[in-house]
């Protein structure tokens, strides 16, 4: 498409370079002092071309997809700042950058394989390795050398498929044997694989889907398992025995951990009822259910989004983390003192998590979660405040529409297949999202072209509206008519005059109007006739057309 401002570029959606999927990128074009940004959104194995770029230049922007939902290892970090997130079939490279001159750097998107991948983990003895399962049954492992993801010499990864064509939901690395891994699938069956020495064992202790399993930092053969039917049970895999049953939760547990401790027995489980239990074998030594939130959104209210409680735990030295709030609070305990969990993180801003958050990872003094309301942040594990240090959106869908605001450049609407629309200021980094009255897929988007407060929006099954987007928390005005069919066209044009005696608009003969067509003081939308073309243009308002798949133009005034 032509480029606002700069007519001589042109953006081409075929060239030599791939730009990964589901990824927005950001072009800094400059032309002796004049600088235009240039938005270009991809779908799957899409290219693009800058045509007549004088010293075009990339800059290192772009925003990643989102990751899985629900699952307990769809995120891993290794010593290195290597962040890995789990996106549908593919995997995601982030880089962490410890001095916070780019926090979070997308390096690249590489599907690899046709099924959901649901857990990554890398290895704790080589940060160039990790490990992925996914709705295949398929376990695999993976070279990262020089944070770009390399296969193996023989042209491919270790493959295991033990788990056959059963869901494979968990995945995890020992960290006293360099070539062990265990998995588990929604069936019950743990796998116990050394890739190194062609060694296998499986064992199904309980029938029942499994969403966590953590292997002993101390003991090589024990593994702690939590399972969707509320058990909790710590095995040895080796000789398939089950060693202790954690009794005591009423609801499926969600996530489990190892604690430090001399005998390495001492065990934290957590379940979907908001209980997180302390345990040394089979005794449960402290239970403590998540603080209730007096929050209340307007998200929760009109139902959407609405989520289910889910906890993941994490440790970094002495310290327990845990999430679990609905409104994205993080909570800690200090377990070298009474067992009290106290809201380390709440979001009092809409920057940060104001919704579940499904996983945490720490790298050095870093914490890294993912929720969702689709958010990446990065928080300090240093700083005494509730605040967090950086926030990065991702993107949930397809991309249908991106429009540059007329009046300012750096700022760009995104129009999504999840249902939402995001308000985007590339040099601050600050983000909105809209999604209040939302109930179907955005096919496109306009920004009107004097009020740069209005944003104009149509969805997939045929309705079209306007965001205040000054009062991103107002609820949008629908206009009164809708087409029965996907508006693959929105514009903002003016008023029409009728010049020609036959024009007709909606079957009525406007020459009575004094060769002028009314618009209605009511935010209404209008049908164009197919005499339009003998209509001229003026320009002293604008309307807002829409094209839909219906073969009908309608016209609104505001």
């Given at each position: 498409r032509r480029v606002h401002g700069a007519p001589e570029l042109l953006v081409l959606s075929r060239a030599g370079r791939t730009i990964p999927d589901f990824t927005l990128c950001y072009l800094l074009i400059r032309q002796s002092f004049v600088t235009v940004p240039v938005f270009v959104a991809t779908f799957p194995v899409f290219e693009f071309i800058l045509i007549h770029g004088r010293r075009a230049k990339i800059m290192?922007?772009?925003?990643?997809?989102?990751?899985?939902?629900?699952?307990?290892?769809?995120?891993?970090?290794?010593?290195?700042?290597?962040?890995?997130?789990?996106?549908?079939?593919?995997?995601?490279?982030?880089?962490?950058?410890?001095?916070?001159?780019?926090?979070?750097?997308?390096?690249?998107?590489?599907?690899?394989?046709?099924?959901?991948?649901?857990?990554?983990?890398f290895n704790p003895g080589n940060p160039t390795l990790f490990a992925t399962c996914d709705d295949e049954g398929s376990v695999k492992i993976w070279s990262a050398k020089g944070r770009i993801l390399s296969q193996f010499a023989d042209g491919s990864p270790i493959i295991d498929k033990s788990h056959r064509t059963v869901k494979c939901t968990c995945i995890d690395w020992s960290t006293l044997i360099n070539d062990a891994i265990i998995s588990g699938d929604e069936k019950g069956c743990i796998i116990y694989w050394r890739y190194n020495h062609d060694e296998k064992v499986e064992y199904i202790p309980e029938k029942s889907m499994i969403h966590c399993v953590k292997f002993s930092p101390i003991h090589e053969?024990?593994?702690?398992?939590?399972?969707?039917?509320?058990?909790?049970?710590?095995?040895?895999?080796?000789n398939k025995r089950i060693k202790f049953r954690l009794r005591g939760h009423d609801n499926e547990i969600t996530a489990v951990i190892w604690l430090p401790s001399d005998d390495g027995l001492h065990t934290a489980s957590a379940s979907r009822d908001r209980v997180l239990k302390i345990w040394l074998n089979e005794k449960c030594l402290n239970s403590v259910r998540l603080p209730s939130s007096n929050r209340r959104s307007s998200s929760d209210e009109e139902g959407h989004g609405k989520s289910r409680p889910w906890l993941t735990l994490a440790l970094h030295g002495d310290r327990l983390y845990c999430t679990g709030g609905p409104y994205g609070e993080i909570y800690h305990s200090d377990l070298?003192?009474?067992?009290?969990?106290y809201p380390l993180y709440q979001s009092s801003s809409g920057k940060f998590h104001a919704r579940s958050v499904f996983n945490i990872a720490i790298y050095s003094h870093y914490l890294i979660s993912t929720g969702l309301d689709r958010q990446l942040c990065l928080w300090s594990l240093k700083d005494s405040s509730n605040q967090g240090l950086y926030s990065m959106f991702t993107l949930g869908g397809f991309i249908y529409s991106i429009k540059v605001s007329p009046k300012d450049p750096y700022r760009v609407a995104i129009a999504t297949s999840d249902n939402l629309i995001y308000l985007y200021n590339v040099r601050t980094c600050n983000h909105i999202q809209l999604w209040q009255g939302l109930h179907?897929?955005?096919?496109?988007?306009?920004?009107?072209?004097?009020?740069?407060?209005?944003?104009?929006?149509?969805?997939?099954?045929?309705?079209?509206?306007?965001?205040?987007?000054?009062?991103?928390?107002?609820?949008?005005?629908?206009?009164?008519?809708?087409?029965?069919?996907?508006?693959?066209?929105?514009?903002?044009?003016?008023?029409?005059?009728?010049?020609?005696?036959?024009?007709?608009?909606?079957?009525?003969?406007?020459?009575?109007?004094?060769?002028?067509?009314?618009?209605?003081?009511?935010?209404?939308?209008?049908?164009?006739?197919?005499?339009?073309?003998?209509?001229?243009?003026?320009?002293?308002?604008?309307?807002?057309?829409?094209?839909?798949?219906?073969?009908?133009?309608f016209v609104g005034s505001v």
């Open positions: 290192d922007f772009s925003i990643p997809m989102l990751a899985n939902w629900y699952l307990t290892n769809s995120m891993s970090v290794n010593s290195e700042g290597l962040l890995l997130t789990c996106s549908r079939n593919s995997i995601i490279f982030i880089q962490v950058d410890p001095e916070l001159q780019k926090p979070f750097q997308h390096i690249a998107n590489v599907a690899i394989c046709k099924f959901r991948v649901t857990g990554v983990c053969e024990l593994a702690c398992i939590a399972y969707k039917s509320t058990a909790v049970l710590v095995v040895n895999i080796v070298n003192n009474e067992f009290k969990l179907s897929k955005l096919s496109a988007i306009a920004w009107h072209p004097t009020r740069d407060n209005l944003l104009a929006f149509s969805t997939c099954d045929g309705r079209v509206g306007m965001y205040d987007v000054g009062c991103p928390a107002k609820p949008p005005v629908l206009f009164t008519t809708s087409h029965s069919a996907m508006v693959y066209c929105l514009t903002w044009g003016p008023t029409l005059v009728v010049k020609h005696k036959s024009c007709e608009i909606n079957g009525v003969d406007h020459n009575e109007l004094n060769g002028h067509v009314e618009p209605s003081n009511d935010v209404e939308l209008t049908t164009v006739g197919s005499n339009l073309s003998k209509c001229e243009e003026t320009d002293h308002s604008c309307n807002l057309y829409s094209v839909g798949g219906d073969g009908l133009v």
